[in-house]
């Protein structure tokens, strides 16, 4: 298993002890795309799981996504607000392939502010009454710092292992590159 492939599970993990620790405050589910609201860009070994993913989708799924992404472009281009090209009729149609920020996104998230200071954050959809909001304690969140700072390692070894230059590991891929990719 891939150091990329270990951090999806442990994140899946996490993330379901959080969805029912939380289920009472949370407003997420099938169906609700407000976090897909945008054209997402991912690292390296993100975009090739996309990329594994898309080629293995059926003909009519992919030729609509390529249409999406496509749009997304032309959008973009004309200054137009998008949602990312994956999402059909309001849901992922990678999803069980989804970027790491998909999978957490919605529960509080722990990172650390401009200032130093830690912060949490969460959809405005989520955790809408003091009481929920009083129920947060910190050894329930999802550690943002410490899971960014991961998939960099595991996007790190994933770029060494595929003979990418460290200096281009960085270099994220928009969503509509890796899907129109996929079509060569």
């Known amino acids: 298993?891939?150091?990329?492939?270990?951090?999806?599970?442990?994140?899946?993990?996490?993330t379901t002890q959080l969805a029912q620790r939380y289920a009472a405050h949370l407003a997420c589910r099938a169906g609700c795309s407000g976090c897909c609201q945008h054209h997402l860009s991912v690292f390296p070994v993100e975009a090739a799981c996309i990329a594994a993913t898309l080629d293995e989708l059926p003909p009519d799924l992919r030729t609509r996504i390529e249409q999406q992404a496509a749009e997304v472009?032309?959008?973009e281009a004309r200054g137009e607000p998008v949602a990312c090209p994956l999402l059909v009729n309001e849901r992922c149609a990678i999803y069980e392939s989804r970027p790491l920020i998909c999978r957490t996104q919605g529960l509080p998230l722990l990172f650390e502010a401009e200032d130093g200071a830690p912060e949490v954050d969460f959809c405005p959809l989520n955790f809408t009454t003091p009481e929920a909001v009083?129920?947060?304690?910190?050894?329930?969140?999802v550690p943002l710092d410490e899971l960014n700072t991961r998939l960099a390692l595991a996007?790190?070894?994933?770029?060494?292992d595929g003979g990418i230059a460290d200096q281009d590991s960085g270099k994220r891929q928009?969503?509509?590159?890796?899907?129109?990719?996929?079509q060569i």
């Open 174 to 182: 928009r969503m509509s590159a890796i899907i129109l990719k996929s």
């Open 73 to 75: 472009n032309q959008r």
């Open 1 to 14: 298993m891939t150091p990329y492939e270990q951090l999806v599970q442990t994140v899946d993990a996490l």
């Open 134 to 141: 009083n129920e947060l304690d910190e050894e329930h969140l």
């Open 155 to 160: 996007n790190l070894q994933h770029c060494r």
